[in-house]
């Protein structure tokens, strides 16, 4: 850190050996330590002017999608010409990067502040991935240092000017959110990922009442790995049937050119937007189980760059025009208390 204070002492040339030299060592350790966190503090408050809005993404349950959704978001808000960084927070699982191909990305450390990684569409990218020397080796960080850690990725991180910053957390409601809900100010609001099954719905209850908790509006909910869709031809104008979950037969009908789908319910339809309803929580609406989510995860090209027009990006497109209105009703909310 060149432009710090305790550097610049050294620059002059290191103080003559004292005999309490061990003191004095720790006292300037103790003063770089001090600027630097005021330093980070300095520069989250600045974050606050430069980043217009910044949204957590949350699950009560693990693996419902939270990763794919906060990246997803991201991209198609980039994909608008947004500027946009999204921030990967899970320690010990930070996937992000493998999800966007940038397993590799070097990271470029310029006055004590790291710069994130460019990935698609102009997206800043950051993530404890970057941080951790082996990606195959768990990372055991337990509670203080832990939260130190998110305070300083927080705060060391040069993002510039953005439209958004989106934060994927690990699962559930641990310190994690409620470290960077503390020291972020500003927040606008958390979307919160379940899937359509009863344990995943009741474990979103808990993220809504936890961001109810922190003062932290809820944006909305996310629907994921909702109907998975059969397509195929046949006679025209004939009676479909597929055998669907239960062995229920669902029935349909091929249309004048043969054509025809039949949505199955991987785990169950519509209980998202009921239960948003009951919570008094926006919809923000449902993404369908997309075997290309899989592979796209996998080979580090996410289905939105993969496949543009599909119906998940489309699917995407909606869920975040469906944020943006929130995102405006929640300025008007605050234009109108001033
Ligand atoms: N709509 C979808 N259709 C099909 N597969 C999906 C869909 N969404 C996510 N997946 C797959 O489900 C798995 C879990 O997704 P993801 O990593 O995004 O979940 P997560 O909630 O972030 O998990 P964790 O709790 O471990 O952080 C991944 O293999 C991903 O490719
Ligand atoms: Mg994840």
Redesign the pocket.
Known sequence: MADSPVSHHRAGGDPPEAPNSDASNEQRAQMEQAYQQMQRKMRISKMDEQIKHKIMVL?GK????????ATGLALSLARQGKKVGLMDI?IT?P?VPKMLGLEDADLNVEDGQIHPADGPNGLKVISMAFLLEDPDKPVIWRGPIKLGAIQQFIGDVAWGELDALII?F??GTSDEPLTVSQSLPGIDGVVI?TTPQEVALLDSRKSINFAKTISVPVLGVVE??SGYTLRGTSTPNSNISVMGPGGVPIESESDEEGKWEITLDVFKSGGVEESSKEMEVPFLGA?????G??RG?DDGVHRIIADPEGE?ARAFESIVKKVQEQLDKGSQRTLRII
């Not at 693990?62 to 959704?69: A, E, L, Q």
Request: charged share 15%; glycine share 18%; no cysteine.
């Open positions: 699950s693990g693996g419902v999608g939270k990763s794919t959704v899970d699982g996937n994927d690990p699962p990922v994921n790995m993404l369908p189980f997309d075997p989510i899989v995860g998940t």
